[in-house]
C-alpha cells in the first residue's frame, strides 16, 4: 500500500533511509528538509504495522528570463534492503510522479541510477538544457508539460540540498 506519510513515522522513516543507503547522509536531508519547510511531499510503502519503502518530493525551481517553473526533485527513494527489488520503490515514483503532475508542477529532476529512472520517464536529455549543478547520464528529468525544459533554465535546489 503506497500513501503520505505520517509526522509520528518520522523515526521509522529514518530507519528506511538509513539501512537502504547504508549511512544517515540522505535520513538527514529528509529532516533538514522538512526542518527547512521545502518537503513538498513525502510517500510510504507498507501497512499500519510495517514500513517498507519511502520517497521524498521537495521544492524545485528553474528560473529563466524572468519566470518561475515550479518543479520538484526526487530524493531520496529508500527501500529496506529486504524488500529491495520487489517494486516497491517503482511504486512509490509512479505514485509520487502522479501527485506532481496533480500539483500542477511543471517537471522533476533526480539524481539517480540511469539504467534505473527511464523506466518512469526521466531522461538525461531533457536535463540537458539545464543549468544545475550536476550533469552527466545521473542527472536526468520528467517533463510533466511537454517541451517545458526545452528553453532551458538555471536550476534552484532546496537548501539542504548544499549545492
Same mark, same amino acid.
Given at each position: 500500500?503506497?500513501?503520505?506519510?505520517r509526522?509520528? %513515522?518520522?523515526?521509522?522513516?529514518?530507519?528506511?533511509?538509513?539501512?537502504?543507503?547504508?549511512?544517515?547522509?540522505?535520513?538527514?536531508?529528509?529532516?533538514?528538509?522538512?526542518?527547512?519547510?521545502?518537503?513538498?511531499?513525502?510517500?510510504?510503502?507498507?501497512?499500519?504495522?510495517?514500513?517498507?519503502?519511502?520517497?521524498?518530493?521537495?521544492?524545485?525551481?528553474? %528560473?529563466?528570463?524572468?519566470?518561475?517553473?515550479?518543479?520538484a526533485?526526487?530524493?531520496?527513494?529508500?527501500?529496506?534492503?529486504?524488500?529491495?527489488?520487489?517494486?516497491?520503490?517503482?511504486?512509490?515514483?509512479?505514485a509520487?510522479?502522479?501527485?506532481?503532475?496533480?500539483?500542477?508542477?511543471?517537471?522533476?529532476?533526480?539524481?539517480?541510477?540511469?539504467?534505473?529512472?527511464?523506466?518512469?520517464?526521466?531522461?538525461?536529455?531533457?536535463?540537458?538544457?539545464?543549468?544545475?549543478?550536476?550533469?552527466?547520464p545521473s542527472?536526468?528529468?520528467?517533463?510533466? %508539460?511537454a517541451?517545458?525544459?526545452?528553453?532551458?533554465?538555471?536550476?534552484?535546489y532546496?537548501r539542504?540540498?548544499?549545492?
Open positions: 500500500m503506497i500513501r503520505d506519510a509526522t509520528r %513515522e518520522q523515526p521509522a522513516i529514518r530507519a528506511i533511509v538509513t539501512h537502504a543507503f547504508g549511512r544517515a547522509d540522505e535520513a538527514n536531508l529528509v529532516e533538514q528538509l522538512h526542518a527547512d519547510g521545502d518537503a513538498l511531499f513525502e510517500l510510504v510503502a507498507g501497512d499500519d504495522i510495517a514500513l517498507r519503502g519511502h520517497a521524498l518530493y521537495s521544492r524545485l525551481s528553474i %528560473e529563466r528570463d524572468g519566470e518561475i517553473l515550479a518543479a526533485a526526487l530524493a531520496p527513494v529508500s527501500v529496506l534492503p529486504a524488500f529491495q527489488r520487489q517494486g516497491l520503490g517503482g511504486a512509490l515514483i509512479e509520487g510522479n502522479a501527485r506532481c503532475a496533480e500539483l500542477g508542477l511543471k517537471a522533476i529532476l533526480v539524481l539517480g541510477h540511469p539504467d534505473y529512472y527511464p523506466r518512469f520517464g526521466f531522461t538525461a536529455d531533457a536535463a540537458l538544457s539545464l543549468d544545475a549543478q550536476f550533469s552527466g542527472f536526468m528529468a520528467l517533463e510533466l %508539460e517541451g517545458v525544459l526545452s528553453r532551458g533554465g538555471r536550476v534552484r532546496a539542504a540540498f548544499g549545492v
